[in-house]
Structure formats: C-alpha cells, structure tokens
C-alpha cells in the first residue's frame, strides 16, 4: 500500500507531467486561459489517459511481446489511443449526453496530446504491473489538471496586471509556467 | 519562385516554435544541451520532409474522412524509421532524447503540416515546405538549447565557453528554466517582429 502511496505523490507533486516530465505542454498553455475550460479539459484527461494506460499494458503484453513486434509499439500506441478517444466520444454521446457535453470539445484535441503516450510509454519503460500502471496513469493525470487549474487561475489575473505589450499573451504565460516549475521543485526529495 | 519563397519561411515568418506556438514538449525538454536540440531537430526534419512528401503523393487517394487517422499512421511508420536510424547509427543520442524520440509523432508541428500544407500543395512544394519548417525548428531548438547550456553549465556543444570563475545558473537546465528562457525568447521575437514592418 505505501509502494502505490509513493507513486502517487510522485507522479502528482515531485515528477508532475508538465512541470518537470515536459509532457502535454500544448493543450497545457492552450486551454488554460479560463478555469472551466481547465476543468473541462482536466476531466478529460483523467479518463482518457487511465483508459489508455490500461489498454496499451494489455496489448504490449498480450500482443507485442509474445509476436516479438515490440518495435512497432509507437504506431500500435497511437493507433489504440486515436480510436480509443473515439470511441469514447461515441459512447459517451449516446449514454451519458451530459458528461459528452462537458468534455465533447476537448476529446478530439486528447489525440495529438503527447501527456496521453508519453504516460503509456513511461509505464511500459518503467515496467510497471498492471496494477502500478492504472495508479501512475491516474495520478499523473491527476497532476497535470493540477497543474493546469493552478495555471488557469494565475492566468485569469493577467488582464489586471501591467504586462509590456510585447509580453503579451504566450510568453508571460511561459515564464508563468516556469516560476510554476520553480515551485514544484521544491517536492523533490519528498519521495527519497 | 514560389519553391523558394515556401522554404524560405520556415526561418522566419512562420519560424517554428516562436511564430507557430507548437510542438513545446520536444522543444523544452531536449534543449538542455545545444548538441540534443540540434539530434532532435534534425530528426524531426527527416519524419516532417518524408511525411510531407508521402502526404503530397496520396493527397488525392485519401479519403478526407479518414484524413487524420492515415497521416498519423504515415507520420509514425517515419517515426518508427527515425527511431531504428538513430539506434543503429546515432546511439548516444537515441539515448540522450529518450521517451521523445517516439513522441515526435504527436508534435504537432508535423501533423499540421500535413493537413495544412502538404494535403493541398504538389510534391515539390510539399518537399520545400517541409525541409524549411523543419530547418528551422532546428535552429530554433539548437539556440535555444545553446543559450541554456551556457548558462546552465558555461559550456556550448561541450566545451568550456565562459571564464573561469562563472557559477554555472543550475535552475536553466532544469525545467523552470526551459519555460523561463523560452517566455523571454518569445518576447523578444515578438520586440524584433514589430521593428520589422509587417509583410
């Protein structure tokens, strides 16, 4: 119990996907402009990436590796998560209409976020069982809406906030992101 | 001309990552040594260029519904080949990019590439396109990796570049600094472009 304790920690706070992995930085400064759509966005996440995770542990152990294709795993990954997202956008318009129309517009933009096969990469690298897999592809996501709330809020400031017109918009975000990270640093050791 | 003119603005007018906001990930995570961001930068070139010029052969054999799912498919059989390329003939580097090697195929600076451009365009334009953009990005990414390795460790493709007593800024390497210096860098575009009268 306390090994799965520390994975989350670490996958939130001390190794967050965005802060300090470099990972789904584009739907990260993208949709961060306004808290719902962070929200929205973040809930999206959460359920597509722990789906994922779990889907591509089961075809890298069950298909890739006993055919010895394991080199087609990033053609195999991309394929799983492009018709997973889908097919979720499918089912949940048919039943569940109200949780399709929260997080309808953010699901196709899931597909090009590397966050999603990155994590999937990162469980399969680290070789996670299965169970460590749905735990870190959970938290990690859970980090990134963290991160990406955090950031939301910061950036529904900056309209009242004296910023030089050339810094404007993408780039006092980024330096944002970075005093962000900066902060973030701070968890390291937290987990030994 | 217009072959000129489509590579050409790659380096400038739509400079990736400064003009074009995309493809961040590989962009903040390789640069902290000048030498991985030029690895990746030419590597994202090779998969850009060859998927530019596939996407251009099949412009009109594809179906559009069906449009994305067939240029990722054509991006990662290149990703696949850059991969194998790069542990076979480049293994510290293959090394050094890591998990982003296979993450080229969602930077999406190459997929919107294909839709934008190589979808539409003949194969010679296509070609031009995708070797300007990826030049570019390439430059871009080995600056940037530049200016933080030598502020982060005083040194520039591994050799000793400051004076003795420089205390190394350690944060630069790390990723507040990526984002840090990227911001400044995107400030500073944005100060030289309206210098510059708009085209």
């Known amino acids: ?192 | 001309m217009s072959v000129v003119k489509e590579f050409t603005k790659g380096f400038w007018q739509e400079l990736p990552p400064f003009r074009l906001v995309l493809g961040l990930c590989p962009t903040l995570a390789v640069t902290t040594m000048a030498e991985n961001g030029l690895g990746m930068g030419l590597a994202t070139t090779f998969v850009l260029v060859f998927s530019n010029l596939l996407v251009s052969i099949l412009r009109k054999l594809i179906p559009g519904k069906v449009r994305i799912a067939s240029y990722i498919v054509v991006i990662a059989s290149f990703v696949v080949m850059a991969e194998l390329l790069l542990q076979a003939y480049w293994y510290p580097m293959y090394k050094a990019l890591g998990i982003f090697v296979p993450l080229i195929v969602v930077n999406c600076i190459i997929l919107g590439r294909a839709e934008a451009f190589a979808s539409k365009n003949p194969i010679i334009l296509s070609l031009a396109d995708g070797l300007g953009i990826g030049l570019g990005f390439t430059i871009s990414l080995t600056v940037l990796g530049g200016i933080r390795e030598i502020l982060g460790s005083g040194k520039l493709f591994g050799a000793e570049v400051m004076w003795s007593s420089f205390e190394p800024l350690g944060f630069m390497v790390k990723a507040p600094g990526a984002f840090v210096c990227l911001g400044f860098l995107l400030g500073l575009m944005n100060i030289i472009s309206r210098r510059r009268p708009a085209h």
């Open chain 1, 1 to 192: 119990m306390g090994d799965y304790l520390l994975l989350i920690v670490s996958a939130i706070l001390v190794s967050n996907i965005v802060l300090a992995r470099y990972l789904g930085n584009c739907p990260f400064l993208g949709v961060s402009q306004k808290m719902d759509t962070a929200v929205g966005m973040g809930m999206a996440v959460i359920f597509v990436v722990t789906l994922a995770g779990m889907i591509t542990w089961v075809v890298q152990y069950a298909i890739l590796n006993p055919l010895g294709l394991e080199y087609l795993r990033t053609i195999a990954f991309i394929l799983v998560i492009a018709s997973l997202v889908q097919l979720v956008e499918m089912f949940l318009q048919k039943s569940v209409p109200a949780l399709y129309k929260a997080l309808g517009i953010f699901l196709p933009l899931i597909t090009t976020n590397c966050a999603v096969l990155g994590i999937a990469i990162i469980n399969i690298q680290e070789e996670f069982n299965f169970m460590q897999t749905v735990v870190f592809s959970f938290a990690s996501a859970v980090g990134f809406s963290l991160a990406m709330v955090l950031l939301a809020s910061l950036r529904e400031r900056f309209p009242t906030a004296r910023i030089p017109s050339a810094f404007a918009g993408m780039p006092i975000a980024m330096i944002t992101v970075g005093l962000l990270a900066l902060a973030f640093l701070g968890f390291t050791g937290l987990t030994g």
